[in-house]
């Protein structure tokens, strides 16, 4: 079975260049999510998708931050503008909806120059 | 607000060695524990996790957890690591919201392992 696929696995942009981040969660996984990894912490959320709705947005910067669902399968994560202290590792996870269990892809490390 | 502490930043252990990671946690609820290990360059694998039941917990690579309330404590241990066991472990810690069943999952800062001949 694969697992959550992610794309790129790098990038390097300069400051005030968009960015775009793109996600397949498990074959089945209704529940996505998008972490931020700073260096040398945990992931933080973002936010997370039940199908195409966003149910928990409350930590994404929705000034620069976007993200989308539209078929309730793959997802997008946008940045724009991006800024230096953007530079981070963002990882996608997946799961069945109720269930803890998460699953994570191998990441886009960001690097903003 | 739930949150999970490793003490321990880095750990370096020989190889053959037996290796103990702290993980606690701070809940007065029920909890679901994860133990995550991070490759350098790579997304996030579970090692193991408790939901229930017995409180030892057997994972993947020979690594074991206990759970234990009292101590609000799931340190993670393996009899004897080697050298591609290098990577950083991530103890994580998520309790079910009761109303909506959301299950929001917060992790520790990461303890780096690092397996020497």
């Known amino acids: 079975e694969a697992g959550v696929v992610q794309s790129p696995r790098y990038k390097i942009i300069e400051k005030k260049q968009p960015v775009a981040f793109w996600c397949n969660p498990i074959?089945?996984?209704?529940?996505l999510y998008w972490y931020l990894q700073n260096l040398g912490q945990g992931p933080e959320l973002l936010i997370r998708?039940?199908?195409?709705?966003?149910?928990?947005d409350s930590q994404l910067p929705k000034d620069r931050f976007s993200a989308e669902r539209l078929k309730g399968v793959d997802s997008t994560l946008k940045i724009q503008p991006a800024e230096l202290g953007d530079s981070a590792v963002y990882l996608c996870?997946?799961?069945?909806?109720?269930?803890?269990?998460?699953?994570f892809g191998p990441g886009t490390r960001l690097l903003v120059l | 607000a739930q949150s999970v502490t490793q003490l321990d930043s880095q750990v370096p252990v020989f190889e053959e060695a037996p290796v103990e990671l702290r993980c606690n946690y701070s809940?007065?609820?029920?909890?679901?524990l994860f133990w995550y290990v991070q490759y350098p360059n790579q997304g996030l694998q579970l090692l193991l996790k408790?939901?229930?039941?017995?409180?030892l917990v057997k994972g993947i690579n020979g690594f074991e957890a206990e759970f234990n309330k009292s101590q609000t404590s799931f340190h993670l241990r393996k009899p004897s690591v080697h050298i591609s066991d290098t990577a950083e472990y991530f103890c994580?810690?998520?309790?079910?919201?009761?109303?909506?069943?959301?299950?929001?999952?917060?992790f520790g800062t990461g303890t780096r392992l690092l397996v020497s001949p």
């Open positions: 996870a997946s799961s069945f909806s109720g269930e803890a269990t998460q699953y």
């Open positions: 994580a810690v998520i309790i079910p919201e009761p109303n909506t069943g959301f299950q929001k999952l917060v």
């Open positions: 809940s007065s609820v029920s909890v679901y």
């Open positions: 408790y939901l229930s039941g017995s409180t």
């Open positions: 998708y039940e199908n195409e709705e966003a149910v928990d």
């Open positions: 074959s089945g996984h209704n529940t």
